[in-house]
């Protein structure tokens, strides 16, 4: 990701943010107890969590939904952008720890967001 866009990512992690906001089905009141609507439980995680998912997590929690396309670097990635970008000082023994992960997209994107503490 091009780093002039990077901090513009405050509290964004994925596409479906800004889909969710502007979808105009999501204008009318959602059916009340219909479970097809409930919010999936990746979809109420903060970008923390989504940074420190294990592999296997992600494929659990994301299965039938948008967010696989991102994959699992590709989501992770965004989180670690969106500490950066939010400058969230508690994420800093996070960052740390993702700056050293085997993963250079989750790496890289950590080691910028540290810079940016």
Do not use: H, T
């Not at 091009?2 to 969710?20: A, K, S, Y």
């Amino acid at each position: 990701m091009p780093e002039e866009l990077r901090p513009r990512l405050v509290g964004r992690v994925f596409g479906c943010d800004i889909c969710q906001e502007v979808c105009p089905f999501n204008r009318k009141e959602l059916p009340e107890g219909d479970a097809r609507f409930a919010p999936r439980p990746l979809g109420k995680m903060s970008a923390e969590e989504i940074a420190a998912l294990s592999a296997e997590e992600f494929a659990q929690l994301s299965a039938g939904m948008a967010l696989v396309r991102a994959q699992y670097d590709g989501l992770r990635r965004n989180a670690v952008l969106a500490l950066g970008a939010g400058r969230r000082q508690g994420s800093r023994a996070l960052l740390e720890r993702l700056a050293g992960d085997p993963s250079p997209l989750v790496a890289e994107a950590a080691r910028w967001s540290l810079g940016r503490l």
